[in-house]
Nanobody, 129 residues
């Protein structure tokens, strides 16, 4: 059974940076895509970034050029480096892991919540203006 634990959230001023980590347990991490989603109060959960088995990366337009996702299969960990943070980035951030997938994924697949079979509990990111 897969368990995911996020860490690294906090309070930061606009323009600052944070680094989120997602630690996974289980045997399937290297066979899956990993994604980050976020949910602000009163809003739907939305896709932020994902990385597939090949290391290919996918980003929402709102974070492209500011956020970088990476993974370390040996450590079963995924990281989201967030730079140039804006107040609109304030949300609870969740990492998710898909079921076993092909080596290359697609944006349609990794950006859909239905593709993910395991989620972490979330970590809060607050960006002050």
């Amino acid at each position: 059974q897969v368990q995911l634990v996020e860490s690294g959230g906090g309070l930061v001023q606009a323009g600052g940076s944070l680094r989120l980590s997602c630690a996974a347990s289980g045997r399937t991490f290297s066979d899956a895509a990993v994604g980050w989603f976020r949910q602000a109060p009163g809003k739907e959960r939305e896709f932020v970034a994902a990385i597939d088995r090949s290391g290919g990366t996918y980003y929402a337009d709102s974070v492209k050029g500011r956020f970088t996702i990476s993974r370390d299969n040996a450590k079963k960990m995924a990281t989201l480096q967030m730079n140039s943070l804006k107040p609109d980035d304030t949300a609870n951030y969740y990492c998710g892991q898909t079921r076993r997938v092909a080596f290359f994924a697609t944006m349609d697949y990794v950006s859909a919540q239905e593709s993910y079979v395991a989620w972490g509990q979330g970590t809060q990111v607050t960006v002050s203006s």
